[in-house]
């Protein structure tokens, strides 16, 4: 097959581009270049903007298209109609966020009620609320565009190597260092089920290889605990001289501590959570999940190749989490 991908050279695009030419597959990545304009892959580059700037697409046929780029509607809706002719199945890389009501006993199946935004025709994304609304105008595009041969991927919290986002990444890299880690009690907190970048790909290009239609969220374990992702990165990643400190939730809110972006997988209660999400189908339709002890391996083995001294997008740094540390032992003793 030859494959279209909207944007394939970072994270999971990148890792789905390499999942299909490991099954064979031809592969154009459509994107500005600017991300990474030469990837290490034997793929076809084309050049442009989704935002206007679709001529490398014209007049080209592909067996199958993957959206991993498509956050707006307005813009999804170009691709999609121009594209409409020209490839018999069209995946869209969507996201679990779509959901409306997401609570930490809330099983999340893809007939639950979806996210409605006030303002349809708004673009910016930096709100949580608007990202999942807009992700559901763009699944609807899709579907509009080209009914009865679309994929509609609902994917959860990805982590895995090449990951820019750190959210995952922080947790098997601090533990590794060692010492008195901060976490968010209690460790029988259940967290979102995040899926490594790789089974997702490895579903997707299958699911494209067997024409599979349908809307489908895409995840991990549901029931893994806090608890259980940082022992596992304990006894997999090397820290077996790290002791966790679980700080209650009250503490951590109290001292402005960011639950997502100072502390990756926390989210406190009463706040949109997705630990519910049900991947259930998905796996029926032949999903396939490695063992969390090796993510967190390749995760740390591609996060020591990085450049020192790298700012990470997501986590505490090492000073204010030693602060905050010292405030929770004052706390504990004075509470004691």
């Known amino acids: 097959m030859n494959i279209l991908i909207l944007g394939g050279t970072r994270f999971v695009g990148r890792h789905i581009a390499e999942a299909a030419l490991n ?22 580059p084309l050049r442009g903007n989704r935002d206007g700037d679709l001529k490398a697409l014209a007049g080209r046929h592909w067996h199958a298209v993957i959206d991993t780029s498509g956050y707006v509607p307005r813009i999804v809706r170009a691709s999609a109609e121009l594209l409409a002719g020209a490839v018999g199945h069209y995946t869209f890389i969507s996201t679990a966020s779509v959901y409306a009501h997401a609570g930490p006993e809330t099983p999340l199946h893809e007939t639950s009620p979806l996210l409605e935004i006030d303002d349809p025709a708004r673009e910016d ?72 970048a790789r089974d997702a790909a490895r579903w997707i290009v299958a699911g494209i290889e067997a024409r599979l239609t349908g809307t489908f969220n895409v995840g991990g374990r549901v029931g893994l605990t806090f608890g259980d992702v940082l022992e596992t990165c304990r006894a997999a990643g090397g820290g077996r001289e790290a002791s966790f400190v679980w700080a209650s939730e009250a503490f951590l809110l109290g001292h402005g501590v960011k639950p997502w972006t100072e502390l990756p997988l926390w989210v406190p209660r009463g706040r949109h959570d997705l630990a519910g999400l049900d991947s259930t189908k998905a796996v029926a339709a032949g999903l396939h999940l ?43 003793g004075a509470d004691g």
């Open 23 to 44: 099954r064979g597959h031809e592969v154009s990545l459509f994107n500005r270049g600017h991300s990474d304009p030469n990837p290490p892959l034997d793929v076809e």
């Open 125 to 196: 994304t930096d709100d949580p609320k608007a990202y999942g609304g807009l992700k559901v105008l763009c699944e609807r595009v899709v579907e509009d565009a080209m009914p009865g041969r679309n994929l509609l991927v609902r994917l959860s919290l990805v982590a895995g190597p090449l990951d820019p986002t750190d959210r995952f990444t922080y947790w098997p890299a601090r533990i590794a260092r060692g010492g008195a880690v901060l976490a968010p009690a209690p460790p029988e907190r259940k967290v979102i089920p995040f899926i490594d």
């Open 290 to 332: 490695r063992p969390l002890a090796d993510t967190i391996r390749d995760v740390l083995a591609w996060d020591r190749t990085r450049p020192e001294g790298l700012a990470r997008r997501a986590g505490l740094p090492a000073e204010r989490e030693a602060e905050l540390l010292q405030w929770w032992q004052a706390a504990s």
